[in-house]
């Protein structure tokens, strides 16, 4: 009756929450309605996004927090309720499906050589809007020295060009982002920190004392995954050991790359488990949750598609036990071409007392 009783309670604060919600989209929807429509007027188009319904929420008295899939499954049920109607969106409704490859194809139809071409191509094209960038701070400074520049694009060795006018700046050159958004990922790291982030190892394992920037440097990574070769933010998982912890790296890597961080998954080791059984969390469940979830993976009762990952980043690594160690391998299992970044030290294992040990 107690089990019961505490469900139906979390039933009832999941629906508060939901009217809640509902209220205050509606309510906004209004309150812009009502700004443009004219006499008479039955249908009015309101223009909106997900992250102005967020700050009108916020900015309600009592200031309540909600992520955007809570605005989306309000929105999603007044839409097939009828109750407002969603046009030009970028709003997707899906039937997720699973397709399996029966058929190996043993033949390689394409090979890396094949885009060489197609590397060469983006790779000149990023430099010449980079030129161009240059060539425009130039004639605002200086128009003698803008035209000296353009003078010698077309007059000399292209690699000489280079080396006279972006000596120290080559690596800036192929990369598809601003100097200023580059500084802010680089500029503030030691050498040590920037070769970690330039490494292109599968496993990467990094141990490093109190206050030497371990979880910045995880941050770093990150932004440079997405920003500079491109990974899907969708495509990338961090794991930490606390949800304090998991705030401060959210925070942080919006604060490093806007919004686009929204869509990397942060999260605890629990945490995770529990969305990918699809339990509420609990107290008592917590104790096993990580190795049913390591048992639903390993025998395939979870989902690929939400588990399927490309990076894998593991805060306070020495904090983790054989279970979540467990977990890890069996993610790994899961993702054969997943690279993982995993930083830590070992003197400062504050979970001994559940089993953790920086030997995993």
């Known amino acids: 009756y107690f089990a019961w009783t505490k469900h139906r309670e979390v039933i009832k604060a999941e629906r508060a929450k939901h009217y809640d919600v509902a209220y205050q989209v509606l309510d906004y929807l209004y309150k812009q309605a009502n700004l443009i429509r004219t006499l008479n007027q039955k249908e009015v188009t309101v223009t909106f996004s997900l992250k102005d319904i967020k700050k009108h929420y916020k900015d309600d008295l009592f200031k309540r927090d909600i992520n955007y899939g809570n605005i989306e499954n309000v929105l999603q049920f007044l839409t097939k309720n009828k109750i407002i109607r969603i046009d030009s ?3 997707v409704l899906y039937n997720a499906i699973r397709i399996k490859k029966l058929i190996e194809e043993p033949r390689i139809r394409y090979k890396e050589e094949d885009c060489t071409y197609l590397i060469r191509h983006y790779e000149h094209k990023n430099k010449q809007i980079h030129i161009v960038g240059e060539y425009a701070k130039l004639m605002a400074t200086n128009k003698e020295k803008g035209n000296e520049f353009v003078h010698d694009y077309f007059n000399m060795n292209f690699d000489d060009f280079l080396n006279k006018y972006f000596k120290n700046r080559i690596r800036q050159l192929n990369v598809s982002q601003t100097a200023n958004k580059y500084n802010r ?6 050498l040590k920190q920037k070769e970690i982030i330039n490494d292109q190892s599968k496993y990467i394992t990094v141990f490093a004392g109190p206050g030497s920037g371990k979880t910045r440097l995880l941050v770093h990574k990150l932004a440079s995954l997405a920003l500079l070769e491109k990974v899907k933010v969708e495509q990338i998982l961090a794991l930490t050991f606390s949800n304090a912890a998991a ?3 959210k925070t942080r890597l919006k604060d490093l790359i806007g919004d686009i961080a929204y869509f990397v998954e942060v999260s605890t080791f629990h945490s995770y488990c529990f969305k990918l059984l699809e339990i509420t969390g609990d107290l008592r469940k917590s104790e096993t949750v990580v190795k049913d979830a390591t048992e639903k ?10 588990i399927g990952r490309t990076i894998l980043v593991i805060d306070e690594a020495q904090d983790m036990s054989e279970a979540e160690y467990d977990f890890v391998k069996a993610l790994m299992q899961a993702n054969p071409y997943m690279k993982i970044l995993a930083v830590g030290d070992s003197d400062q294992n504050i979970y001994e007392f559940r089993e953790s040990y920086s030997y995993y």
């Open 89 to 91: 969106a970028f709003f």
């Open 297 to 306: 993976i390993l025998n395939e009762e979870v989902d690929k598609s939400k």
């Open 247 to 249: 705030v401060e790296f």
């Open 185 to 190: 990922i680089f500029a503030e790291l030691s």
